[in-house]
């Protein structure tokens, strides 16, 4: 028998509260204590003074609104990345895209293939829009091709691959990736993420450009957050007119606001502060995986600029302590429970300080602990 509807209050249409809200990191430490965030895979070495700039400049003129088509941040874009505007939507963070894609390529019955432990967005965007969402196991923290392949149903619409994944830090090269979408159907869209592209020094690895500039079923999607602009909110995608021409349709009318607009075009315009990011995480990645490995934890192989550290399997080296004992030092981790590592910790390539300052806490935390 069909359950009666509350009728006392709106009701959210079925599906919406099965969702698993999405928890950001923690931001906080306790009062009196030096705070080191170190969860959101921010840049250490924060925007650029470029950007800076271009935002103040534009506190003067906040009563007029935005280019609703964000022309010049997109023309900035195409003449960093050697591509055509006119193939380029700017948004809201990356988020956006992601959310937009799934409104309008995904229906109830559909389904959209994504790895076990990928950016759980995805997950809640693709069930906002009544689909299902078909999960594959990853190798080695890896995502599989062959198992994504397998995957693949009448009824998939997208396929959403982060490249690299967060939390894990791992990649696929570009020959994978364009095995992945040899195999796809035409009707169904591949989803490149490239958040955190511009850290990876491999030269194996392309971003999504060319797959994207060239086919008509593959967009890439890409942040300004993770190189210094997380607070200001800006993404874009890269991709067929068709599927820019449909994303138009559906977006808000001025999605990106006039600070990010500017901060975003000095951005991107500042290579050396590009330049002196990448090196930062370039030299520090490698510390941090070396300390940690020294302290005998496992830490999967990344090319973004974080690590996903695992913690022994037992009680009183759990991550959930170590998270306890380095939040009250000040240096706050990312628990990734929810992204299926309940006994690991993501954390951020932080300030120089930072970094050996989290070392030396967790030394002193398994020792303690022993």
Known sequence: MEKAQDQSRPQPRAGIMDIAAYVPGKSAAPVGVKLHKLSSNENPLGPSPKAIEAAREVAARLDVYPDGSARRLREAIAEAHGLNPANIVCSNGSDEILGLLSQIYLSPGDEAV??????????????????????????DERADVDAMLAAVTDRTRIVFLANPNNPTGTYLPFDAVKRLHAGLPGNVLLVLDGAYAEYVRRNDYEAGIELAGSNANVVMTRTFSKLGLGGARIGWMYGPLAIVDAVNRVRGPFNVNATAI?????????????????????????????????????????????????????????AAKADDYLTARGYVLRRVAGYGFPNALRM???????????????????????
């Open 114 to 139: 994504i790895t076990e432990h990928a950016f759980m967005v995805y997950k809640i965007y693709i069930q906002t829009a009544g689909a299902t969402p078909v999960e594959v196991k990853e190798k």
């Open 348 to 370: 951020t390539v932080g300030t120089e300080e930072a970094n050996r300052g989290v070392v030396a806490a967790l030394a002193e935390f398994l020792k303690d602990q022993s």
């Open 262 to 318: 500017e901060a975003g075009i000095a951005s991107i315009r500042d290579r050396e502060h590009l330049a002196r990011s990448v090196a930062h995480n370039e030299r520090w990645l490698a510390w941090l995986t070396g300390e940690f490995e020294k302290l005998g934890l496992r830490v999967t192989p990344s090319v973004g600029n974080f690590l996903l550290v695992h913690f022994p399997g037992i009680e009183k080296h759990s």
